[in-house]
T-cell receptor, first 116, second 113 residues
């Protein structure tokens, strides 16, 4: 079945460092891809998404590009802030739903801590 | 937009008891999803509704679990004869047909003693 694999955490960075969180997926067809973020004490929030190959999702300085050839959707940010400390989840909706509206399949999450 | 709300936020129960959780989606959203999240894991899909119809159930949803959305608005998730393995965060999300983004509630944390 479809699945998502993301890099193990925790990841600890200094403020203004470059961030990459790797995410790869296994799926048939053309799933839609998402990054969700969970800040301490808060619910899951959509960070960015991409619905077709080569699309780039971006929000709050974060970016991720849908790479079908490598089945990847790595999250990047050029300069992290202390306020970016959170758990980041990569997710997909399976193609059998037409790439939308179906259930989300999540990775295990990567905890990011940014030190001042 | 008042967001997705879930009640209660925390529930402690003894093994063998029944529990019921409630989810109120964003008012105009016609799709509603239930997920379960255990410590250190990503959320896992349980079931979803479009309006009042339950369209899909995961294999994770054993016979002890039942979900309803009687009028296509709020939903309830009931767990009968709870087991310690049911201890988890139960998340609800909602979305609007034609829009991919699912909006999540804060979750109900269940502890089965």
């Amino acid at each position: 079945g479809d699945s998502v694999t993301q890099m193990e955490g925790p990841v600890t960075l200094s403020e203004e460092a470059f961030l990459t969180i790797n995410c790869t997926y296994t799926a048939t067809g053309y799933p839609s891809l998402f990054w969700y973020v969970q800040y301490p004490g808060e619910g899951l929030q959509l960070l960015l998404k991409a619905t077709k190959a080569d699309d780039k999702g971006s929000n709050k300085g974060f970016e991720a590009t849908y790479r079908k050839e490598t089945t990847s959707f790595h999250l990047e940010k050029g300069s992290v802030q202390v306020s970016d400390s959170a758990v980041y989840f990569c997710a997909l909706t399976p193609w059998r739903y037409g790439g939308s509206q179906g259930n989300l399949i999540f990775g295990k999450g990567t905890k990011l801590s940014v030190k001042p | 937009d008042t967001g997705v709300s879930q009640n209660p936020r925390h529930k402690i129960t003894k093994r063998g008891q029944n529990v019921t959780f409630r989810c109120d989606p964003i008012s105009e959203h016609n799709r509603l999803y239930w997920y379960r999240q255990t410590l250190g894991q990503g959320p896992e899909f349980l079931t979803y509704f479009q309006n009042e119809a339950q369209l899909e159930k995961s294999r994770l949803l054993s016979d002890r679990f039942s979900a309803e959305r009687p009028k296509g608005s709020f939903s309830t998730l009931e767990i009968q004869r709870t087991e310690q393995g049911d201890s988890a965060m139960y998340l609800c999300a909602s979305s609007l047909t034609g829009v991919e983004t699912q909006y999540f509630g804060p979750g109900t944390r269940l502890l089965v003693l």
